[in-house]
């Protein structure tokens, strides 16, 4: 059964600060992985999505790398800002089912 | 394009009542989702139907909840009798396939059993 885990659970920063949040999940036989953010009230919105085949993706301020073999991904976050407080999501599909199977989430602060 | 609607945003029951979610996905998508996300933790899959029936609803608890999708359009979730540890936010999602890309998420319900 795919678990999918994340640390930390929570953050806080100041503004300004490079931030690493870490997903790890057991099942390496994923077709893909991503990342969402999620504001209070709000649904899910897809940030990244990188594919088994790949190592990384970048938007923006955002990047994700994979590692497969070792179950395991983070998303780094440059120059944070505080309009970057949210809770992140990652979730892997594939494996055992096809199904987006969901991280238990870090809840961000970035302090002005 | 709009995005996935669900009604309502909020909702306050007392345990043992009944309660019906509605969600009205992407126009062309196929494929629709209902997760369950309770405080502090990820949102998890309970149904998932392609057109209208039914591909996986495995971690669904039919003996209260049952969810339907008719003409392959509009879904509803129902919970019936709601216990205290229902309390979570339904979120519906639709996607054009049953594929990992292109997840588009509803503001979800809240719901409070007291």
């Known amino acids: 059964k795919q678990e999918v885990t994340q640390i930390p659970a929570a953050l806080s920063v100041p503004e300004g600060e490079n931030l690493v949040l870490n997903c790890s999940f057991t099942?390496?036989?994923?077709?893909?992985l991503q990342w969402f953010r999620q504001d209070p009230g709000k649904g899910l919105t897809s940030l990244l999505l990188?594919?088994?085949?790949?190592r990384e993706q970048t938007s923006g301020r955002l990047n994700a790398s994979l590692d497969k073999s070792s179950g395991r991904s983070t998303l780094y976050i440059a120059a944070s800002q505080p309009g970057d407080s949210a809770t992140y999501l990652c979730a892997v599909y594939g494996g055992a089912t096809n199904k987006l199977i969901f991280g238990t989430g870090t809840l961000l602060a970035v302090q002005p | 394009e709009a995005g996935v609607a669900q009604s309502p945003r909020y909702k306050i029951i007392e345990k043992r009542q009944s309660v019906a979610f509605w969600c009205n996905p992407i126009s062309g998508h196929a494929t629709l989702y209902w997760y369950q996300q309770i405080l502090g933790q990820g949102p998890k899959l309970l149904i998932q139907?392609?057109?209208?029936?039914?591909?996986?609803d495995s971690q669904l608890p039919k003996d209260r909840f049952s969810a339907e999708r008719l003409k392959g359009v509009d879904s509803t979730l129902k919970i019936q009798p709601a216990k205290l540890e229902d309390s979570a936010v339904y979120l519906c999602a639709s996607s054009l396939d049953l594929s990992a890309y292109g997840y588009t998420f509803g503001s979800g319900t809240r719901l409070t059993v007291v």
């Open positions: 139907f392609q057109n209208n029936g039914v591909v996986d």
């Open positions: 099942d390496s036989a994923i077709y893909n």
């Open positions: 990188i594919q088994s085949s790949q």
